[in-house]
């Protein structure tokens, strides 16, 4: 039986989805077909823009930098919370908000600490807008504390976590060694699915972070 993959990550562009503050992203080609017979292209651009995962050093200097998490830090057992229908510009979600729509209360702990949470919005139809990062919804810090003490695996969001020069979030999430991983994209296409997920960064040294490609893996006995 074929295997059934869904793409969650956003293709990387020049002048999209760039953070205030960020550098631009470049993609310069110094050999192409036509001058070396062959394509080859520099990239640069901040490794917190686009489709990334955040580590500990993100925001702790004796965090744990993306280089030394754990290979098991990358892949678990999907659950996506669907708050697009309760979501509120600029206003937290709460945790309330979370049990409401999803059974993750009624999980075991140790069963919670294998499972990576995703949490769709709809907010990343405005990805690459100036609003994506300025009036957006984000995790209450209630919630995120509940997911830290849970211990989950990691936490996937297509919003930005923290409200408009905030980062309790982060800070919560990450100094419990909840990795994040932001900026995701074709979450609604997991609605009522079972479905696994693989997610891994590049390996850069002594970073706090770094660009996944992150792809949701669908049960076929689960489909619509």
């Known amino acids: 039986m074929a295997r059934k993959f869904i793409d969650l990550s956003r293709t990387l562009d020049p002048g999209v989805g760039e953070p205030n503050g960020h550098p631009k992203t470049l993609i310069e080609e110094f050999q192409t077909h036509e001058t070396h017979n ?7 651009y901040s490794i917190h ?6 580590a500990p050093y993100h925001f702790y200097e004796t965090g744990m930098k993306v280089d030394e998490l754990s290979i098991d830090k990358f892949f678990g ?17 709460s945790l309330d908000q979370i049990f409401s729509i999803s ?3 009624n999980y075991e702990d140790n069963d919670l600490q294998n499972i990576v949470v995703l949490i769709h919005t709809g907010w990343g139809r405005r990805f690459g807008t100036e609003s994506y990062y300025s009036k957006n919804p984000f995790l209450s810090n209630e919630a995120a504390k509940w997911f830290a003490d849970k211990g989950i695996k990691a936490i996937g969001l297509d919003f930005p976590p923290d409200k408009k020069q905030g980062a ?8 419990a060694e909840v990795c994040i991983i932001e900026n995701l994209t074709n979450m609604e296409k997991l609605k009522h699915k079972n479905f ?13 972070g770094g660009p996944v490609r992150i792809v949701a893996e669908v049960k076929e006995d689960n489909e619509d």
């Open 168 to 175: 309790d979030v982060h800070k919560i999430l990450l100094g």
């Open 77 to 93: 057992k999907g659950v996506l919370v669907d708050v697009e229908n309760t979501v509120q510009e600029a206003m937290p979600i």
């Open 196 to 208: 696994e997920l693989l997610y891994f960064p590049i390996k850069i040294r002594g970073q706090g």
């Open 38 to 44: 062959r394509s080859n292209a520099c990239l640069t």
């Open 103 to 105: 059974k993750l209360n």
């Open 49 to 54: 823009c686009g489709t990334h995962l955040d």
